[in-house]
């Protein structure tokens, strides 16, 4: 069975501080592709990156970063000089392939991030 | 470019009342559809699936069904709505993966969603 941990429910920050967002994930299968979703307070949920088991190599965009290892079950979320803005509910999730089954997404149970100015 | 709609935004029913919650997309074809429910407590729990018209996998029993009588077209209903139906519910679709039956697990688009709730 998958499985998804977002053990940080909560974590409050005040602004231009880093933030790290951990995600550990659990599968037997050695194909899957890990994402971040935002969700801001509108409620909308916003996809930020997506990763596939066979590409470990860390990725940066802007401020957002994410250290992908294979060895921990790990994908974490850091925030660079975090702003008000940054303020969301974040989650992780995993997906694996299945026959015909569309890619279903377990999703962790979410980090709420509160930055403060 | 592609984009999700969802309707109503928000929703006020009485318990027993019948609930019809639409999603559309647009600018692509043959998408996987999604129907997600968030309740209060955060997490979001898959609802159904489609891989194409006509075809819905259920993930869980509950009091929802859930119907694509076209393309880009996806409705989740109930008959009789239950006080613990309320909640956050969202529509998502993703492309359809290369190959006829294997999903890539291309990435899902989130729709604004539809505020439910039943008293």
């Known amino acids: 069975a998958q499985k998804v941990t977002q053990a940080q429910t909560e974590i409050s920050v005040v602004e231009k501080e880093d933030v790290t967002l951990d995600c550990v994930y659990e599968?037997?299968?050695?194909?899957?592709?890990l994402f971040w979703y935002k969700q801001p307070p509108s409620g909308e949920l916003v996809f930020l990156i997506r990763r596939n088991s066979f590409d470990e190599q860390n990725e940066i965009s802007g401020r957002y970063s994410w250290n992908f290892q294979k060895s921990t079950s790990s994908f974490n979320f850091t925030i660079t000089a975090s702003q008000v803005v940054d303020s969301a509910v974040y989650f992780c999730a995993l997906s694996v392939r299945r026959y015909n089954q569309g890619g279903k997404l377990i999703f962790g149970q979410g980090t709420e991030l509160s930055v403060k100015p | 470019s592609q984009t999700i709609h969802q309707w109503p935004a928000t929703l006020v029913q009485p318990v027993g009342s019948p609930l019809s919650l639409e999603c559309t997309v647009e600018g692509t074809s043959n998408p996987n559809l999604y129907w997600y429910r968030q309740a209060a407590g955060r997490g979001l729990q898959l609802l159904f699936y489609s891989v194409g018209i006509g075809q819905i996998s259920s993930e869980v029993p509950q009091n929802l069904s859930a119907s694509r009588p076209q393309d880009r077209q996806f409705i989740l209903s109930s008959k009789k709505l239950l006080l613990s139906d309320s909640g956050f519910y969202l529509c998502a679709w993703s492309p359809t993966g290369q190959g006829s039956f294997h999903s890539r697990a291309e990435t899902q688009y989130f729709g604004p969603g539809t505020r439910l709730l039943v008293l």
């Open positions: 599968t037997r299968d050695t194909t899957y592709y």
